[in-house]
C-alpha cells in the first residue's frame, strides 16, 4: 500500500517547454525554493539510471534514482529514508492550444510510509505546491523569450 500524493497546473507553454525544464534538474534551486541544492556529476540530458542527490530546506539530502525520461518528463525512486521507498514523476502533457498542464506526483511505500506521511504531510503538499508554481513561471517566462 502506498500514500501518494499529486498536483496539477496549467501552463501558458508547451509541454516541451516545461518537460525541458523539469528534466534540467540541476537548474531546480533557480525556479523552486523547494529545493536548495542538486548534485548531479553528468553532463547533458537526463539519462535513466542517474543517481542524483536533492537537499530540501527542512529535509535530510536524498539519493534518487532516475528510472524513465521522455520528452514530457521524467520519474526517479529514492529508498534515502529508512522504510520508505519513494516514486515521483514530474511530467508535462500538451492541452492542444499552447498549453500544458503538469502533473507532480510523489507516492510513499513500505513499512514507514505511513508514519512520515502523517508527519509531513503538509510539508509534502507545501513543496509539491511550490514546485508546481515554480514551474509555471519558469516555463512560462521562457516560453515568452
Known sequence: MSVDFRDTITIAAPAAVAGDIMKAVQDWPSWTAS????????????????????????????????????????????????????VAGHWALDNGDGTCTAELTLSFAG????????LYSGL???YIRMEAEGLRKAAEERAAG
Open 35 to 86: 529545493v536548495s541544492g542538486v548534485e548531479r556529476a553528468a553532463t547533458g540530458p537526463l539519462q535513466p539510471g542517474e543517481t542524483i542527490s536533492v537537499k530540501q530546506p527542512k529535509l535530510a539530502k536524498s539519493t534518487w534514482n532516475v528510472t524513465r525520461v521522455d520528452t514530457h518528463g521524467f520519474e526517479w525512486t529514492s529508498s534515502s529514508s529508512p522504510g520508505v521507498r519513494n
Open 111 to 118: 513499512p514507514l510510509a505511513r508514519l512520515v506521511t502523517l
Open 124 to 126: 509534502i503538499r507545501r
